[in-house]
């Protein structure tokens, strides 16, 4: 809920309560007023009512006085009138008639005595005979029959006079001689005299004040009466008048005013005094006190929402602008002050300001500090890692130099054909061939560093690649030290055949340096989920998993100074692998050491399969050398190995006999200075045995003296080579061999 | 005699061919442990040891020899590296060497030490 929308709930909390209890206030009021109202109406009816009760106990009490008449007593109707005039001089709008048992007039002191006047109980008819009252019966008839019948004085209802043509009320008492009624003496009254009357009791302003006869209809009214003489009253007040007496009652005039209404019946008369309030008047302060209290109450709450829209804004417009400021401080922005109108607001503002600006200040020197530090470490880190390939690589170029710088001096000493000059040349040989390499990787990270190391792929078998180079590092003895095993199954891949070669020779080196004389090295290759997968596991002393996430950085190197090489060997195999691609990953394997994994992504094999065995080169052959030096041997072996030809090595004449007939080799290279026996003798037994004669047969020896040439074809050699053996002479040799 | 202590095999190799062409006659050791076995075998006026070496450093075979063979000459030989921030060479010299050759040395530096050390 929006704040300003609390705020309206507040002024509504605030104002709801009051305006109930005003309301309550008022309609008490009312209340209490309509009491009072109501008690004066009814005190005021009461009064007319009695007013004229005693108006008309007055004129009873009159003819009373004129029924005693003594000049009734003889019939002495002339002095009777005489009598009559005389009594009813001082009133107004009253004469009194006497008629005698026939209902005939006999007297009537409006009129001079002995004039012709009408009978009543003849001449009476019903109401609607005169025109002017059609509600009122004509004549009166019915009190002068009353008074006969029951002997008992009558007040009339409302009727028109057969005499005057007016609207009038009769007061009838029987006028008794010696117990019988002799005649009945009545006072005829204007209807017009009881106006008069009403008005005189000066009745409440604006209050409407009716005399209503038994029948319902108006003797006379305190207003208008001439005009309303002989209707009835309103239905809704006749309705209540016609009930038995009690409060005020709301209802509507014949002319359709809404009053509040009392009246009071008279037990003398049996007429009904009405008073009728208009309601409009009655009430009006009441009215305006609810006016004004609801104009009050709408007021207040339009000023109070109002009130809680403006303020609410001014609330709610800073308290947006201190979420802004908390935004831009999340942003790690400058906040804006603004200046707010609720000072509580505007100094959370300014400490929310304050606070982000020195967050900020913090976090910006915090940050600056932290990349200092980290720069500083960084380049301390390089520095030391710079510091220390650099010490690295020193000794890793000055241990061949040394070898070198010895070879060299051995060579300049010695007689070329000695054989510690072919030692010599062969150190030269595998050291050049080292430093080569070394460089080589160094080239080879720069290069790659810079991306100036271009791939030449091609489509080869990478099981097949694999396989051909650890045959080739077994035939120079280099697997020697350890039981290295090979598991491959074909898996192809678009790769430069010379990186992969380098990727591999890599790793193996590294399990090979790492893992200690007789223990495994497996090396495997396969396809897993469309990828050429190549393991090299070593049994070494693992690797943390610390040092495994550094290991393929550049001049990281693992193990004490110096052991690991240059660090550059697994960051080329990094750089390559993705380089094509792939990726490397290096795990502690079960039972210590490590599994390094290299994945590049497989290719399709080639449509067009090139027939088994294509793998050999064309011309390669299963050779067998027997030679005791470890350097002459492996040289040897790598060099055959490399041009695809299968080897197989003894170390002496029996051991070389003996593989020989287990592996029927083609070729046999034999040294002739053997430990247990010269290879003039192994040439012989070879030559002896089963199948002797396919094999071709070459020596190997240091002397190139025609002599021994003869001795070995003597022996049963086919070619002979004086070491140091070149590979051309070695191609060559076999060439012939064929 | 002499008795050399280098785990590489071709430096071996070319250093002890140089030394045979000069006249000495040399043992070879790939490390500390099997030169303090062979020198206990028979003694060697002159020992000829790298610092660096894997299985039982240049450190050790001299602490011993000078300990066991005190009138043995020492001539320690490094392709550079540090130890507690000294030089190897520095260190070996502190440790009572006779000589010290930085690698890669000229073979008649060797001699000439060999000479001046009147030893072999």
Known sequence: ?738 | MILLVEDDADQRLALKLALELAGYSVREAAHGGEALALQRERASPVLITDIFMPESDGFEAIAAFRREFPETKIIAVSGGGQRAKQDYLASAKLMGVDATLQKPFDIEALLDTLRALNAG
């Open chain 1, 1 to 738: 809920m929006r704040l300003r929308s609390h705020l309206i709930v507040l002024v509504l909390a605030a104002v709801a309560p009051l305006l109930a209890f005003a309301v309550f206030i008022v309609v008490q009021d009312l209340k209490q007023q309509r009491e009072i109202l109501d008690r004066g109406m009814r005190d005021t009816v009461r009064a007319l009512s009695s007013a004229i009760d005693g108006e008309v106990n007055t004129s009873l009490a009159l003819l009373e006085t004129l029924a005693a008449a003594a000049a009734l007593d003889g019939g002495d109707l002339k002095t009777f009138h005489q009598i009559c005039v005389r009594a009813m001089q001082a009133r107004k709008g009253a004469y009194v008639t006497l008629f005698d048992v026939s209902g005939k007039p006999r007297v009537n002191s409006s009129r001079p005595f002995g004039a012709a006047l009408p009978n009543p109980l003849r001449g009476t008819r019903p109401p609607g005979a005169d025109l002017r009252y059609p509600n009122v019966p004509l004549g009166g008839g019915d009190p002068v029959k009353q008074v006969l019948e029951t002997g008992r004085p009558v007040v009339s209802d409302l009727f028109i006079s057969l005499v005057t043509a007016g609207p009038r009320i009769g007061l009838d008492i029987p006028v008794v001689r010696q117990g019988r009624v002799r005649y009945v003496l009545e006072m005829s009254i204007d209807a017009e005299e009881f106006a008069r009357l009403l008005v005189e009791q000066r009745p409440p302003a604006d209050s409407l004040l009716a005399l209503v006869d038994r029948k319902g209809l108006v003797i006379a009214r305190n207003v208008d009466s001439a005009r309303r003489v002989g209707t009835p009253l309103g239905a809704s007040l006749a309705a209540h008048a016609a009930e038995p007496e009690g409060g005020s009652r709301v209802g509507r005039t014949a002319e359709g005013v809404d009053v509040y209404h009392v009246f009071a019946r008279s037990r003398l008369t049996g007429w009904t005094t009405s008073l009728s309030m208009p309601k409009s008047d009655a009430l009006a302060s009441l009215t305006e006190a609810l006016a004004l209290l609801a104009g009050g109450a709408a007021i207040a709450v339009l000023l109070g929402l109002l009130a809680a829209l403006v303020i609410g804004k001014r609330i709610s417009v800073p308290i947006s602008s201190l979420a802004v400021s908390a935004d831009s401080l999340a942003r790690g922005e400058r906040a804006q002050l603004d200046v707010s109108a609720v000072r509580e607001l505007e100094e959370l503002h300014r400490a929310l300001v304050t606070a982000g600006m020195e967050v900020r200040e913090g976090v910006a020197e915090r940050e600056r500090r932290r990349l200092a530090e980290a720069k500083e470490a960084e380049a301390h880190a390089a520095a030391r890692a710079k510091d220390e390939f650099l010490a690295v690589l020193s000794h890793e170029l000055r241990n061949p130099l040394a070898a070198l710088s010895s070879a060299a001096h051995v060579l300049k000493m010695a007689d070329p054909a000695s054989e510690t000059a072919v030692k010599a040349r062969r150190v030269v040989e595998r050291q050049t061939k080292h430093m080569s390499r070394l460089v080589g990787d160094l080239l080879d990270v720069s290069r790659i560093a810079v991306g100036k190391l271009a791939l030449d792929r091609e489509r080869f078998d990478l099981g097949e690649a694999v396989g051909r180079l650890a045959s080739v590092w077994r035939a120079s003895g280099r697997f020697e030290r350890h039981e290295v095993s090979l598991e491959t199954t074909p898996v192809w891949v678009d790769a430069d055949r010379a990186r992969v070669e380098q990727i591999v020779a890599n790793l193996l080196d590294n399990a090979l340096k790492f893992t200690p004389a007789g223990k495994a090295v497996k090396l495997s290759v396969k396809e897993e989920d469309g990828a050429a997968v190549l393991r090299v596991a070593d049994q070494g002393r693992g690797i943390s998993a610390e040092a495994a996430g550094r290991i393929f950085d550049l001049f990281v190197q693992e193990g004490q100074d110096g052991e690991g090489g240059l660090g550059i060997g697994l960051a080329l195999v990094k750089r390559l692998a993705e380089m094509h691609g792939g990726s490397v990953s290096v795990a502690g394997a079960d039972g210590g050491g490590s599994v390094f994994t290299v994945r590049l992504p497989s290719a399709p094999q080639p449509a067009v399969q090139e027939p088994a065995g294509a793998s050999r080169p064309r011309g390669a052959r299963s050779v067998l050398i027997v030679e005791d030096n470890d350097d002459a041997r492996q040289m040897l072996a790598e060099e055959l190995a490399l041009d695809g030809h299968e080897v197989r090595v003894a170390r002496d004449g029996s051991s070389g006999l003996a593989l020989a007939g287990e592996a029927q080799p083609d070729i046999a290279l034999i040294d002739i200075g053997l430990p247990d026996m010269d290879g003039y003798e192994v040439a012989r037994r070879l030559r002896a045995a089963h199948n002797g004669q396919r094999i071709g047969l070459v020596a190997l020896t240091g002397f190139g003296q025609p002599d021994d040439q003869r001795r070995a074809i003597d022996a049963g050699f086919d070619a002979h080579i004086v070491k140091p053996v070149t590979a051309e002479r070695l191609k060559q040799v076999l060439a012939e061999l064929r």
